[in-house]
């Protein structure tokens, strides 16, 4: 069974950092693309980044300031936030990308929430 | 960057009844494959999104055959045969033509 746990969200101040972890287990990790995609709240969906390797995408609002990376080794997928905004504010879900003929999100985790606020 | 925008994004339903979500793109979401990468989503009350549909019309495993999906081009329908109770949520269309863009959402709720 595909399993995604997100951690590291928090509340931070604007201009802060935040560094998100996803585990993942039930899959061979290394082989797929993965991505990060967030909910504001009470809001809708926003893809903010994919990686496979050494390919990474990002939205344009957050281009600079956040960095998706992976460790295939341990499974894991992480997101480094930077110069953090208010409007950063969101549930950030880990997602499985089938990117190969199908690019859509087949596997999602439960998400992280980061809270920006003085 | 490729809008979608759904219609309507409130759509209350009688048990058994059924409904329709329109989604449409600001452009053709045929890919240069030649693959229309049109996916639907549903999320219910305090859950993550569950993927539905992807392709336009292809059913995901253990997704109810009461879903299906259809459309072409910058036009496409997301339809509930009979909506049940558990079919309380809201419904998302997404594009992966060109980068990934979802639509607003779609709230359904019962009557």
């Known amino acids: 069974e595909v399993q995604l746990v997100e951690s590291g969200g928090g509340l931070v101040q604007p201009g802060g950092s935040l560094r998100l972890s996803c585990a993942a287990s039930g899959f061979r990790f290394s082989d797929h693309w993965m991505s990060w995609v967030r909910q504001a709240p009470g809001k809708g969906l926003e893809w903010v980044a994919n990686?496979?390797?050494?390919?990474?995408y990002y939205v344009d609002s957050v281009k600079g300031r956040f960095t998706v990376s992976r460790d295939d080794a341990r499974s894991s997928l992480y997101l480094q936030m930077s110069s953090l905004r208010v409007d950063d504010t969101a549930l950030y879900y880990c997602?499985?990308?089938?990117?190969?003929?199908?690019?859509?999100?087949?596997?999602w985790g439960h998400g992280t929430l980061v809270t920006v606020s003085s | 960057d490729i809008v979608m925008t759904q219609s309507p994004l409130s759509l209350p339903v009688t048990l058994g009844q059924p409904a329709s979500i329109s989604c449409r793109s600001s452009q053709s979401l045929v890919h240069s494959e030649g693959e229309t990468f049109l996916s639907w989503y549903q999320q219910r009350p305090g859950q993550s999104p569950r993927r539905l549909i992807y392709?336009?019309?292809n059913r995901d495993s253990g997704v109810p055959d009461r879903f299906s999906g259809g459309g072409s081009g910058t036009d496409f329908t997301l339809k509930i045969s009979r909506v049940e109770a558990e079919d309380v949520g809201v419904y998302y269309c997404m594009q992966g033509t060109l980068w990934w863009t979802f639509g607003q959402g779609t709230k359904v709720e019962i009557k």
């Open positions: 392709k336009v019309s």
């Open positions: 990686i496979k390797q050494s390919e990474r």
């Open positions: 997602a499985r990308l089938n990117y190969t003929g199908y690019r859509y999100f087949d596997h």
